[in-house]
Each structure stands twice: as C-alpha cells, then as structure tokens.
C-alpha cells in the first residue's frame, strides 16, 4: 500500500471527523497517546477528546494545503499537515500545522 495514499486518507478521515463531531475521534486515540497543545501535554484518548471538544469554537473547516508522510522507526508513519481553519462568523482562517 503507498504511504502517501495511506497518510491521506488518514489526514481526510481525521479533520472530517473534526469538523463535524470531535468526539468522533476517540477511536483514533490509544491511552497512550499524547497531545501537546500549547505547551500543555494531554495524554489518554478520553483527555484527549475532552480538551479537542473545550475549545473555545463550535463549528470549524480544515482545509488542508500538505501532507507530507515519512515511515517511523517503528513501523509507523510521521504525518505532517498544514492548512487553514476557518472558524465560523471569522473572516481570516487561521494558518495550522500539526
């Protein structure tokens, strides 16, 4: 299977889910996952979803500009995208990497 299309895919499935129902994405987390937002380091599906479903905006738009894959060393994948948000009622979007 091609990374690329795999990352893709990935990344498509991810910021859909998070546009339309953040809490959707618990499945994609483990209990040890980590998140970093802001200096601040959010480990565990369930915390995860709690902060991604706190944040200070309801409705949201990724429109992703790359994706950019390489394999990990532990038969992973290292995913990087960037894009813009769009926050509803904003005129700008935000830039975003993750």
Do not use: W
Not at 29 to 48: P, R
Not at 52 to 70: A, E, G, R, W
Request: glycine letters at 10%; a negative charge.
């Amino acid at each position: 299977m091609d990374p690329d299309a795999v990352a893709k895919a990935f990344v498509e499935h991810y910021y859909s889910t998070f546009d339309a129902n953040r809490a959707g994405l618990a499945n994609l987390y483990q209990e040890g996952s980590m998140l970093t937002f802001e200096g601040q380091k959010i480990q565990g599906s369930q915390s995860i979803v709690v902060k991604l479903t706190s944040l200070p905006f309801q409705q949201c738009k990724h429109n992703i500009t790359t994706v950019d894959c390489q394999p990990s060393g532990s038969g992973g994948m290292l995913v990087f995208v960037s894009g813009n948000l769009q926050l509803v009622g904003e005129q700008h979007a935000l830039k975003f990497s993750q």
